[in-house]
């Protein structure tokens, strides 16, 4: 049971480079969310999508897009990625009135 | 708005000794309330949570926390913690009523580190 699952582990990206991390949960959850991990600031929402077709802005929504593929899916990208975006990426997911599910994260450098 | 202070950023202890991490919040509506664990280079597991009922929770690995609402407190206590205890706790709340417990607003966190 492979939960939720992200893809790459980890990136090195330049100024300026766009890329796409990828989330896939097997549990057939409705929401889907991405949030990011900086030292001393705890997990901020990034986006979610409460269900397939829907997306929404969290607390730090800017420089990044999302999509909701499917129900399983739900990609986070960064178009011209900045310095200010290096930090560990977490997608989680959950269903309705349950808890949340978390991947093992996405550490990401910008240099 | 939500909000989570949690109020130690590092708590050491020595291995069987008690332990409280404390966390308040802030809210002007009614939230959940939870505890999330994070240990080395692995993303996050839920500890316990409060969604309504008795105020004593009880989670795995033989942690307890207490919501007190005329504190806006959710403190997390484990009665003789074990080396692999040692991880990052995260306090978190959801705002109550909603159907998407995932999302969260976060403390910063407590890096508890057990010593033998």
């Known amino acids: 049971n492979a939960g939720v699952t992200q893809t790459p582990k980890f990136q090195v990206l330049k100024t300026g480079q766009s890329m796409t991390l990828q989330c896939a949960q097997d549990m057939n959850h409705n929401s889907m969310y991405w949030y990011r991990q900086d030292p001393g600031m705890g997990l901020r929402l990034i986006y979610y999508?409460?269900?397939?077709?829907?997306?929404d802005k969290g607390e730090v929504p800017n420089g990044y897009n999302v999509s909701r593929l499917n129900k399983r899916e739900f990609s986070l990208r960064l178009e011209s990625a900045a310095p200010s975006q290096t930090s560990v990426y977490f997608c989680?997911?959950?269903?309705?009135?349950?808890?949340?599910?978390f991947g093992q994260g996405t550490r990401l450098t910008v240099v | 708005a939500q909000s989570v202070t949690q109020l130690d950023s590092q708590v050491p202890v020595f291995e069987e000794a008690p332990v409280e991490l404390r966390c308040n919040y802030s809210?002007?509506?009614?939230?959940?309330l939870f505890w999330y664990v994070q240990y080395p280079n692995q993303g996050l597991q839920l500890l316990l949570k409060y969604l309504s009922g008795s105020t004593l929770v009880k989670g795995i690995n033989g942690f307890e926390a207490e919501f007190n609402k005329s504190q806006t407190s959710f403190h997390l206590r484990k009665p003789s913690v074990h080396i692999s205890d040692t991880a990052e706790y995260f306090c978190?709340?959801?705002?109550?009523?909603?159907?998407?417990?995932?999302?969260?607003?976060f403390g910063q966190g407590t890096i508890l580190t057990v010593h033998p």
């Open positions: 809210s002007s509506v009614s939230v959940y």
């Open positions: 989680a997911s959950s269903a309705d009135r349950s808890r949340a599910f």
């Open positions: 978190a709340v959801s705002v109550a009523g909603g159907t998407s417990y995932g999302k969260l607003t």
């Open positions: 999508s409460a269900s397939e077709g829907t997306t």
